[in-house]
């Protein structure tokens, strides 16, 4: 029998003999596997693809052509969509079914659907018009139960309504509409959605990616629509969405720098992580087994022998692990997924991404061959008469470890410092693994010098502090291992809040919060005297300022535009043309210098940054005209929010540059409630009008922030656990004698639980640092966009707190509900 076999054959044998232990140190090699292995198939089963997407948007049309907002100058190209906008919601510009099918050839088949919101009471509710009995709209919704709408007033709705057919839903200012059907959503099944053939439908809330909501066509065409029919298509005011855009898009996949260094760190991070939380346990195994690794010597054994019997039980254990954990984290990766799907996000087809599951795996058997690696030198270098004679060996500390610790460490954040001023976070990520390793290589120092704590701490956790310093070994693994979860958890959250937060910051408008704005587009002066009456009649008692658009002799309708930095991003607003009570409405106040300098012909701007020598440069552009640029004299004032910019001119001002103004925009300081119908009513009067409320900045922080704390908790509160166990089973003799001088069950919890609070703290207080550190550098490539952006660094405290004090609580709370009864402990005089 070769030396492997029988190694192999041994630690098998030693594994199902010491159950609990192999169970601990599976569990420790496990959670890092399960843990990534569930996030990567949750991130590739919740990801939709275009390929997965394609039947909803398009059913079985062979395009999907929808209008897109005039005055919009549209190019679509294999890469994305570019579109220049003259920033309002304006309507879409009047197109008919047949010269849609013109442009697609002979032969085409147009279905008409129209994509908006329903308004049901204070909820808004996407809906869709079109008729789903047509096939060309099979696979966007399919039935369930019920039947299909055949007739005006009938929808049908998503289960996530909970309503059965024959109920009613009653719409705000408008007649209600009968359920006949209920629908699923392919991926999204906490979708509320409405479809029918005749509804009262209302513009979306937010503009949304172009080409998602509005009027158009799906269309049934003789040949297939490829990239050389959409310039046509684009010209025509048409944003156009095909199958050609998956099949005919040229992907790449390449591996660059960045690319190698971010799966190197990740590597190392795993391997780490796992070897910091699998080694205490072999340790603890290896001190079991001295005497029986010593009697193997005795009776010829190696050096070369032991250290394989030892790697073996790695090996054993590791592939055991990842057998486990492996498939457990595919199948929480599916479950969380479908669970969150329920909850607002969406799901497709269960996707495993083989090859870097399986590199986890692989990653998995490393790491607990690597785990093994410290104690199986150990033991080849154990003294074979010291073990058998029941000495324990004697500890000591590396003298030249705390310098090469410290040495990593500077060098790491002088990595950190250079590493920050890349585009790519990659490099800081790269940067940060020094400081780790430097911090790992510290710990037992650390450890060893908190020791001193233990003499003014309460008896039980006098007791676990001592234990813990006594076998630093053991507790600077645990440790160790809690810091770089943590420091990992903190760098991301720092950085990624930070980035929500120069997000807030870079966020700006025109407009004042609470603003209303109406715009009339194009229409006729007849139409917008009936539509400006009809807007006083509906707002009754809400003062109206008036706005102006600026058109050439030729009729041409005009935007006035100036460009600007706001927050290192470079914007471009549309000024805005009225008198003094758009003014008022714009600062909130009346401001005596401003409204003079409006009289006097000078256009007021509120972004410093756009004068230069008390001049505003303009630029006149037109889809119908040519451009050109001027300068107009101008002042700064204050506006009404901090976030806002923009510039208003006077007409005079306007139309001393060579153009005509015309009343189309009503503006005023008001809310609309939720179930507000002013946009139906007002678009019975003209079809061409928008309504648009602004209501500040409404995004919120990442909530991916607290699934890494779920990850940091299933890491933190596990890894602490484990090796609390361990010391739980060290700590077996001093149990026993506490226990038969008088010491009570639950002073012997505080004793194991003392170890987990002691491991945790400090493991946490030290990831702080290291996090801290790491998530400032990522702030700046996370914030920043060019030379000269300032970066914004943003602390998420209720976050941090949750991580560095509530999971180390957590940690000891579960602790003390370990079962610490003594067993007895056999003493030789």
Excluded: C
């Excluded at 659907?113 to 204070?122: D, H, K, M, N, Y």
């Excluded at 900045?697 to 484990?722: E, H, I, K, M, S």
């Excluded at 493991?763 to 920043?784: D, E, H, I, Q």
């Amino acid at each position: 029998m070769s030396a492997v076999r029988a190694a192999l054959r041994i630690s098998r044998r030693n594994a199902w003999r010491s159950r609990g232990r192999s169970a601990l140190i599976m569990t420790m090699i496990a959670l890092p596997v399960l843990v990534i292995t569930a996030f990567l198939t949750f991130a590739m089963t919740a990801e939709v693809s275009p390929q997965e997407g394609m039947g909803v948007v398009l059913g079985t049309a062979d395009a999907r052509l929808v209008l897109v907002p005039e005055d919009t100058t549209l190019r679509q190209t294999p890469n994305g969509a570019v579109s220049n906008t003259d920033g309002e919601r304006a309507t879409a510009p009047e197109r008919t079914a047949d010269e849609v099918a013109a442009l697609l050839g002979p032969g085409t088949r147009l279905l008409p659907f129209s994509t908006g919101v329903l308004l049901l009471g204070a909820e808004r509710v996407e809906a869709l018009q079109t008729d789903l009995r047509d096939p060309l709209t099979r696979g966007m919704l399919t039935l369930s139960a019920g039947r299909l709408p055949a007739a005006a007033h009938e929808v049908v709705v998503t289960s996530a309504f909970g309503l059965r057919p024959g109920e009613v839903l009653r719409p705000s200012g408008t007649a209600p509409l009968t359920v006949v059907g209920v629908v699923e959503h392919p991926y999204r099944p906490s979708l509320l959605k409405v479809a029918g053939l005749d509804l009262p439908l209302a513009p979306a809330e937010e503009p949304g990616p172009m080409g998602e909501y509005g009027t158009g066509w799906l269309a049934a065409t003789t040949r297939p629509v490829s990239w050389a029919d959409v310039p046509e298509l684009n010209s025509a005011g048409l944003y156009a969405t095909m199958p050609a855009m998956l099949t005919d898009r040229a992907i790449y996949t390449y591996l660059n720098v960045q690319h190698v260094v971010g799966i190197g760190a990740m590597v190392i991070m795993v391997v780490l992580e796992t070897v910091l939380l699998a080694g205490p346990a072999f340790a603890v195994g290896l001190k079991r087994r001295r005497r029986e690794l010593a009697l193997i010597a005795a009776q010829g054994g190696s050096p070369r022998h032991l250290r394989t019997i030892v790697l073996a039980d790695g090996l054993v254990l590791g592939g055991a692990a990842t057998l486990v954990a492996t498939p457990l984290g595919i199948g929480a990766g599916a479950l969380t997924a479908h669970t969150l799907a329920r909850w607002g996000g969406q799901v497709g087809p269960l996707e495993i991404p083989w090859p870097p599951v399986l590199a986890v795996a692989a990653l998995g058997l490393l790491a607990g061959v690597v785990a093994a690696l410290v104690p199986a030198i150990q033991a080849a270098r154990q003294d074979t008469a010291t073990v058998l004679a029941g000495r324990a060996p004697e500890v000591t500390d590396r003298p030249g470890w705390p310098l090469a610790g410290a040495v990593l460490v500077l060098a790491g954040l002088g990595a950190i410092v250079v590493a920050r001023r890349q585009q790519d976070t990659v490099w800081v990520f790269a940067a940060a693994v020094l400081v780790l390793f430097g911090l790992v290589v510290l710990t037992p120092w650390l450890v060893r010098r908190t020791g001193w704590t233990a003499a003014r701490l309460w008896l039980p956790l006098r007791i676990s502090v001592r234990d813990a310093v006594r076998h630093r070994s053991r507790t600077a693994s645990a440790v160790a291992a809690v810091m770089a979860v943590t420091a990992t958890v903190v760098a991301v959250g720092i950085g990624a809040y930070s980035e929500y937060m120069d997000r807030r910051n870079a966020y700006t408008s025109a407009r004042p919060t609470g603003m209303l704005a109406i715009w009339g587009g194009n229409v006729g002066d007849a139409a917008w005297t009936r539509l400006r009456a009809e807007a006083a009649r509906q707002l009754p008692g809400v003062p109206l300022a008036a706005g102006y658009h600026a058109r050439d002799a030729q009729d041409h309708r005009y935007a006035l535009r100036y460009t600007v930095r706001w927050n290192g991003t470079r914007t471009r607003r549309t000024a805005a043309i009225g008198d003094e009570a758009l003014l008022r409405l714009l600062q909130g106040r009346h401001d005596p210098r401003a409204a003079a300098a409006l009289a006097s012909g000078k256009a007021v701007v509120f972004d410093a940054a756009a004068l230069r020598d008390g001049k505003l440069a303009l630029r006149a552009s037109s889809t119908s005209g040519p451009a050109r640029t001027f300068e107009v004299p101008a002042v700064l004032a204050t506006p009404a929010d901090e976030h806002q910019g923009g510039a208003l001119l006077p007409r005079a001002l306007v139309e001393s540059a060579g153009f005509t103004t015309v009343e189309r925009q009503l503006y005023a300081m008001h809310r609309l409630p939720a179930n507000s119908t002013l946009w139906r009513d007002l678009a019975k009067v003209a079809s061409r009008v928008s309504v648009a409320s602004e209501e500040g900045y409404r995004n919120l922080p990442d909530p991916g922030l607290w699934g890494w704390l779920g990850g940091a908790l299933v890491l933190v509160v596990g890894g602490t656990l484990a090796a609390t166990r361990l010391a739980a089973a060290d700590l077996r003799p001093e149990r026993a004698t506490m226990a038969a001088i008088g010491a009570s069950p639950s002073t012997l919890r505080v004793v194991v639980a003392g170890q987990a609070l002691y491991i945790s703290v400090l493991g946490a207080l030290m990831g702080l640092a290291a996090g801290a550190a790491t998530g400032v550098a990522l702030s700046r490539p996370m914030t920043t966009r060019g030379a000269g952006d300032v970066a914004t660094i943003a602390v998420p405290w209720p976050f941090l707190v949750a991580v560095v004090v509530g999971l180390p609580v957590l940690a000891t709370a579960v602790a003390l509900l370990t079962r610490t009864s003594p067993s007895p402990t056999r003493r030789f005089p």
